[in-house]
Nanobody, 121 residues
């Protein structure tokens, strides 16, 4: 199993940038596909980005494509989500998740506690 802890959330203004971090402990980090999700009040959880443990380019959700970059550091056991040109509609709790699937759109069985991102207009 893997334990995940997010950090880096906060209150920013529209147009600002923010970098979220996800620190993993427990099992071998490099064997997990990592993903970022978000959930705004009253809305369903939304896929933001993911990187398979098999390598390859990150996959992004349509609503954030072009504004976010996901990376992972298997040595540091961390995943990152760099967000730019933030909009008020990006306001949500952002979750880091891990999956044993090769696909970034698979089932994520491990979740962090989430970090709040609030974007003011």
């Amino acid at each position: 199993q893997v334990q995940l802890v997010e950090s880096g959330g906060g209150l920013v203004q529209a147009g600002d940038s923010l970098r979220l971090s996800c620190a993993a402990s427990g099992d071998i980090f490099s064997t997990y596909t990592m993903g970022w999700f978000r959930q705004a009040p009253g809305k369903e959880r939304e896929f933001v980005a993911g990187i398979s443990y098999t390598g390859g380019w990150p996959i992004y959700g349509d609503s954030v494509k072009g504004r976010v970059t996901m990376t992972r550091d298997n040595v540091e056991r961390k995943a990152y989500l760099q967000m730019s040109s933030l909009r008020p509609e990006d306001t949500a709790v952002y979750y880091c998740a891990a999956s044993t699937d090769t696909s970034t759109r698979g089932v994520y069985g491990f979740w962090g506690q989430g970090t709040q991102v609030t974007v003011s207009s």
